[in-house]
């Protein structure tokens, strides 16, 4: 393994050389671009981004790259990293307009990239807003605004809430860009931090992001994220290497062996083990799986491990187990990550398990 690792690093600083490609290691992550040395455009708008998980561990951007610039001009690609050197297993991919980044999930959610280890692509939560608890009741919006422009950068609106269940006064802070707001974050979240008029935000262990129900462009020629095609992501849930039961048919248009693009052809569709599994009962007279998840330690390799237990009424016993994910954009898609990994468990039981009323 170690030597295969040795052979990815030379294969990866041999392209680097060969493309004059520059990365920049920064805050956990690897760039490329944000924009790159040549860029035909304005900068990329909202719902520009696509999320890249369930990369093998030893994949770079000597393949990830080429990979996704065959869709179409890239404006950044992020590939998050971890102290040894190796992937963390997800990254982001930015491209010029929301039509690209919809032809990148279409095109390449579901690429093999290794024999049996499939890429899940989709949109990426641009969360740009943070949300701040138990201000004092005499903020103002103004005087809330001017201590946040000093202190962080990119603010570009600020709204206060208050209201039944609210202490003091909240505040929504919405920034030009995910980057700032995470800086912002990271910055505000190291304690109090005075403003050259005397003022502080108090308590800054109450910022959090706060989702709004569309961070998309809504304007009529872009459309949303909402109104992106459906995809149903297969996620690798066995380690690279191993058999995955009935996997999706892989688009052939990429040779990793080469590292250039050729044409690329549409996925068939790819069917969710939640859907499946919900039909398997649905057909058998079972009532539908109750989930109980727990989370588990976590773990050195990024993976995040979840102890469940399935209540399938109809089936004699319960169904108990453990699976490990790679952790999604938010806590939502990783949950929503493990309830897949347990389906697939449950339906490769089925057959052979306590179906006997």
């Not at 890249?52 to 869709?71: C, G, K």
């Not at 690209?100 to 989709?122: D, F, H, T």
């Not at 040779?255 to 693009?261: M, N």
Request: overall charge positive; aromatic content about 8%; glycine content about 8%.
């Amino acid at each position: 393994h170690d030597h295969q690792q040795f052979q990815r690093m030379q294969a990866l600083d041999a392209w680097l050389k060969e493309t004059n490609t520059t990365l920049t290691q920064l805050n956990g992550q690897r760039k490329y671009g944000g924009p790159p040395e040549v860029w035909d455009g304005p900068p990329p708008g909202k719902c520009c981004e696509v999320f890249i998980s369930h990369i093998p561990r030893d994949v770079y951007e000597d393949l990830l790259i080429p990979l996704f610039r065959s869709v179409g001009p890239l404006w950044e690609f992020r590939l998050m990293m971890n102290f040894s050197g190796q992937n963390r297993g997800f990254a982001y991919a930015k491209y010029g307009t929301n039509a690209l980044a919809m032809k990148a999930i279409q095109k390449l959610n579901g690429y093999m990239i290794e024999p049996n280890c499939y890429l899940c692509v989709r949109y990426s939560i641009e969360k740009r807003h943070l949300s701040i608890h138990n201000l004092p009741s005499s903020t103002s919006v103004q005087n809330l605004q001017e201590v946040l422009q000093v202190l962080v950068e990119g603010v570009e609106r600020v709204s206060l809430k208050t209201g039944p269940g609210i202490d003091g006064v909240s505040a929504v802070v919405g920034f030009s860009s995910h980057f700032t707001a995470s800086m912002a974050k990271k910055v505000l979240a190291a304690g109090e931090r005075p403003t050259p008029g005397g003022s502080c935000i108090p308590d800054l262990n109450d910022i959090i992001w706060f989702q709004l129900q569309y961070e998309c462009d809504l304007s009529p020629k872009q459309p949303s994220c909402s109104q992106a095609p459906k995809i149903l992501m297969q996620p690798c849930f066995l380690p690279c290497g191993q058999a995955n039961p009935d996997p999706p048919v892989p688009s052939q248009g990429f040779c990793g062996a080469v590292g250039k693009p050729v044409s690329l052809t549409s996925l068939q569709p790819l069917v969710s083990p939640v859907v499946v599994l919900h039909r398997f009962c649905e057909l058998n007279g079972y009532g539908q799986p109750l989930y109980e998840l727990s989370k588990g330690l976590p773990r050195s390799d990024g993976f995040v491990e979840f102890f469940y237990k399935v209540l399938i009424q109809g089936v004699r016993s319960s169904f108990r187990g453990t699976v490990m994910v790679l952790p999604g954009p938010n806590c939502r898609a990783t949950i929503d990550e493990a309830r897949r990994a347990i389906a697939q468990q449950l339906l490769l039981k089925m057959p052979n398990s306590h179906l006997a009323a």
